[in-house]
């Protein structure tokens, strides 16, 4: 089934290594993914956005208007982008920062403070994998635990065993915050 | 061999490595950087050479005096250098020299706008620099698409000495997306070819062109022989998807990522009853007159032109072929917005429900 994921941010966030990641993850898994950045001339701090397209069979068009799931790691991102995810979608925030009150009924919201966690667990760069545990945990259909841990592996694997760690760690937490978010 | 997540720019550079070029000269510009940025560590690997020039004018004339030494050389910018290479591609062509040129295209006129957009298609097709000379021109719509065309691009440019264009728009060169690579073909050793400067035998001296300049008549003969090339461009060598045409009565025509987009909403509207297809030109130039000249007028209705360029440009020579035997409507955006799929779809809905009446 085809699904869209929606990453927003600032720039230096991980906005755009999250999506490579989630898109890789998915080939990975024997999927058909296209990953698609948007950003202007900046390189940090300016609004980051990118979208993924996961599907079973070859994906026609990459450019879908609104998305099944949206990850918002910023306030400015979430104003932005927040209208774009579907009715019956997914919502991650990082309320770390993403601080307005989400009012909408109609999707699941699954609200982690992302930055804190990273934090706590010991490096602030590893926020953006607490946001794809919490993209996993809620069931998102786009990609499995299991495909994630392989992608940790081989990305972080030939590094200090403590940054996979770190990342193994992020990506349970999120997990967590996942679940229980859908468990309500 | 298996299919890898690339993006758009890199599956570009990779494919011009397996196609055995083994020069590069560019100047950065956005939405391409990641093509000479790919080569500057890809070329050297190869035993290649890779430069970025001073300028775009030294670039391609670097890619001029390579291609005259028999090597497969490649250059790559977006519209505003493109214009700057302007000089450097008429050179190529006037002295029969094969080379390959890439627009990863972005909004325009001027400056423009470091986004996508497909606004150089009249200066792609029509005339890439001075002097009223053509050229291929290779338009994907799916990055093993991408990788395809500039593979066999080269193949194009040594049959008939003559640059070949890859125009592509910054979407697709910023998307990454999945593809299978080629083999490796083995690189051309210089001074084999007709055309080389340091070739040492069998060539007769007169197949070279050591100058640009011509006189009158030998530049009038060589300008009638490009005319028969071009002629049998049109006849063997139009690359063209045609999509849902048989009982079509709406004919959207798009190239590039907009054809993608226009895709998925044609597979819609045919789910809704609508009858609708899609002429895609891959070459741009030549453009897919046939596919125009084969169909029905007693049941097409309607032409509808999906690019991202305003005004329309592609919009010419749809008219050309279709000669007032059913109005051509529009959809475009430009500047550097994108289309997205409800967009698309509900544009062309409206024109189907309207035409229809």
Partial sequence: ?184 | MAKVLVKGNEAIAEAAVRAGCRFFAGYPITPQNEIPEYLSWRLPEVGGVFVQGESEVASVNMVYGAAASGCRAMTSSSGPGISLKAEGISYLSGTQLPAVIVNISRGGPGLGSIQPAQQDYLQATKALGHGGFRVMVFAPSTLQEAVDLTYSAWDYAERDRNPVLILMDGCLGAIMEQVEFPEMKEPMREGTKNWSLNRVEGVHRSDRLLTPYFPEAMLEMQNKSRALMVKRWEENDVKVEEFMLDDAEFVVVAYGISARVAKEAILKLREEGYKIGMIRPITLFPFPKESFRKLDYTKVKGFIDIELAIPAQMRDDIALEVKDRAPIYEYCRSGGFLFDDDGVYTAVKKILDGGAK
Avoid: H
């Fill in chain 1, 1 to 184: 089934m085809k699904k869209s994921l929606v990453v927003s941010g600032s720039g230096g966030q991980g906005v755009m290594s999250s999506g490579i990641m989630v898109a890789q993850t998915a080939v990975a898994a024997g999927k058909c993914a296209t990953y698609l950045p948007e950003y202007g001339p900046e390189q940090r701090g300016g609004s980051a956005k990118c979208t993924v397209v996961v599907n079973d069979t070859e994906i026609i068009s990459p450019l879908a208007s609104k998305c099944d799931t949206l990850i918002t790691m910023n306030e400015q991102s979430y104003k932005k982008f927040g209208a774009s995810l579907k009715a019956g979608g997914v919502l991650i925030a990082n309320t770390s920062r993403v601080i307005s009150p989400i009012t909408r009924e109609d999707i699941v919201v699954v609200a982690v403070p992302a930055d804190d966690i990273a934090v706590e667990l010991g490096n602030i760069k590893c926020a953006n994998i607490v946001l794809i545990g919490a993209l996993i945990g809620a069931d998102a259909g786009i990609i499995t635990e299991e495909a994630m841990l392989n992608s940790l592996t081989a990305k972080f694997g030939s590094k200090k065993q403590e940054v996979l760690d770190l990342n193994k760690a992020a990506l349970a937490k999120g997990i967590e915050f996942g679940k229980a978010a859908i468990a309500k």
